[in-house]
């Protein structure tokens, strides 16, 4: 087989729509708006089970529409029998599931997982099929459609950030940043349960412009360790995660004051697994920007690297630190805290 | 390849290989050089007025790491472009020690993880990147 050419997957999208329609005019379907940041996308989740694995983390998007559509994504579980055939083979499938990007329908196939994502660039329709709701892998459950939301949401001044964010309406937040297991997800837990209000711990929307970080999920993922380190959170845990998994805490349901929708960003801290006592000091931008960009750009390269810019627009703003991560959970949250004192005063209008 | 100058150091992207770099002092001058545009001699002669050292000692780490920069592929000559010869350009008065490119691979293995996805930066969804 050959890659699909772009009239090929036109009409491979039109039989897609077709099997979407099917799928919801057979059973329950969701359809719901979702806010992100100030752009509204319509979802709608054929089948009931499907949109209960997946709705849960971004329970809290959904708003009511407040300005015109952005996109329109459709969602549904292949069927069990007539599967439509998918017009490229496994040997067409390129890097990061590139089939086709180029042109104004796109195809994306994860091999891993065996979802499809589709696209029309004039219409901004972005479909996305999942083998089953019974398979979904635990990382869709726990930051479900990411393919196809952050397809749609980078933007000029947006952009799609591995990072956490945490702070307060009244001293703004710090940006957690780095590549996973540095200690965001701790850093940003350990201020949930001090009383801080959380934005992310793991991917956020940055407006760069306004250096204000805004929510995409409403979930935190925690491993063994800090199942742990976290014992009043692992008791809401509803499932232990089998080896290797995560276990995804649901702040919307759990802590739902806790959630907020953003956060302006006051500082910049990467924290680095420490151990003993947790120690804060400043560090030099450029160590910042090359501990924040890296894992953006190759964990979610949706924007070919504009990230980049972005996160040194934020950088070149704001006072950047590095932040060892001790064992004391407490002490660490309030090293947080006393931070967001000495950089959260807002400068008088 | 997307590159960014903070502070005097440059952090440079490869997106294709998933390597990223840093560039600080010398490495980080001779690379906006390059960024502006010029050619192998250009860049030699440019640097040989800014630093302050032997002109072929500067010569010789400046084409070693332009070459290394080509290896790494990030940044491509056109054709034409002559080696320079080692010439009589004034000496500067910057200090000079041999360009250093710090080079990180821990990111590679998260270039097959994530379905890479195209949009115009400049105009976002669901316009197409303008190659």
New interface residues.
């Given amino acids: 087989m050959s890659k699909p050419s772009e009239a090929e997957l036109a009409d491979f999208l039109e039989l897609a729509e077709e099997e979407l329609a099917t799928a919801i005019a057979s059973g329950e379907a969701l359809e719901q708006n979702l806010r992100f940041a100030r752009l509204d996308i319509a979802l709608t989740i054929a089948g009931e089970a499907l949109a209960a694995q997946l709705t849960a983390p971004i329970a809290a998007r959904i708003k009511p529409a407040a300005g015109p559509l952005?996109?329109r994504i459709g969602v549904w579980a292949e069927p069990s029998e007539r599967v439509l055939a998918l017009p490229w083979g496994e040997e067409d499938v390129g890097?990061?599931?590139?089939v086709r990007?180029?042109?104004?329908f796109?195809a994306?196939h994860?091999l891993g997982t065996g979802t499809v994502?589709l696209?029309?660039?004039?219409?901004?329709?972005i479909l996305y099929r999942v083998p089953s709701w019974e398979q979904l892998a635990w990382w869709e459950r726990a930051a479900p459609l990411?393919?196809p939301l952050?397809?749609?949401?980078?933007?000029?001044n947006?952009h799609l950030v591995h990072g956490g964010a945490i702070g307060d309406g009244a001293r703004g937040g710090v940006l957690l940043g780095g590549?996973g297991g540095s200690g965001k997800t701790t850093t940003a837990l350990a201020g949930l349960e001090a009383g801080l209000r959380y934005v992310a711990d793991d991917y956020l929307l940055l407006d760069a412009r306004a250096a204000r970080a805004w929510n995409i999920y409403g979930t935190a993922k925690l491993d063994a360790d800090q199942l742990a380190r976290f014992p009043a959170l692992a008791r809401e845990v509803s499932d232990a995660p089998p080896p290797g998994q995560k276990a995804h805490y649901d702040i919307a349901r759990h802590r739902p004051d806790a959630l907020v929708d953003s956060l302006e960003l006051r500082a910049i801290v990467i924290p680095r697994v420490g151990g003993g006592t947790s120690v804060l000091r400043a560090l030099?931008?450029?160590a910042a920007?090359?501990a924040l960009?890296?894992?953006s750009?190759?964990?979610?390269?949706?924007?070919?690297?504009?990230v980049?810019?972005g996160l040194?627009k934020v950088?070149?703003r704001l006072p950047c630190f590095e932040l060892a991560v001790g064992d004391d959970l407490a002490e660490l949250a309030a090293m947080v805290g006393d931070l967001l004192d000495r950089v959260g005063e807002r400068t008088p209008a | 390849?997307?590159?960014?100058a903070?502070?005097?150091?440059t952090?440079a992207?490869h997106?294709g290989t998933?390597t990223?770099y840093?560039l600080?002092g010398v490495a980080g001058v001779l690379w906006s050089e390059l960024a502006s545009g010029c050619t192998r001699a250009e860049l030699v002669t440019r640097a040989q007025e800014r630093f302050d050292a032997e002109s072929a000692t500067v010569a010789a780490a400046t084409v070693a790491f332009l070459d290394e920069l080509l290896e790494e592929q990030l940044i491509v000559e056109r054709p034409g472009q002559e080696a320079p010869a080692p010439q009589g350009a004034g000496r500067g008065s910057e200090p000079f020690s041999p360009p250093i490119l710090e080079r990180?691979t821990?990111?590679?293995e998260?270039?097959?993880?994530?379905?890479?996805?195209?949009?115009d930066?400049?105009?976002?969804?669901?316009?197409?990147?303008a190659?």
Avoid: C
């Fill in positions: 952005h996109a890097p990061m599931g590139r990007v180029d042109g104004r796109i994306v994860d994502t696209g029309d660039r004039e219409r901004a329709r990411r393919a952050f397809w749609a949401l980078s933007g000029p947006l590549p030099d931008r450029a920007l090359r960009a890296p894992s750009v190759f964990q979610l390269p949706f924007d070919r690297g504009a980049v810019g040194a950088v070149r | 390849m997307v590159h960014e903070i502070d005097g150091e952090i992207i997106l998933g990223y840093s600080d990180y821990e990111m590679q998260f270039m097959l993880v994530d379905p890479l996805h195209e949009v930066v400049t105009i976002g969804w669901p316009n197409v990147k190659e």
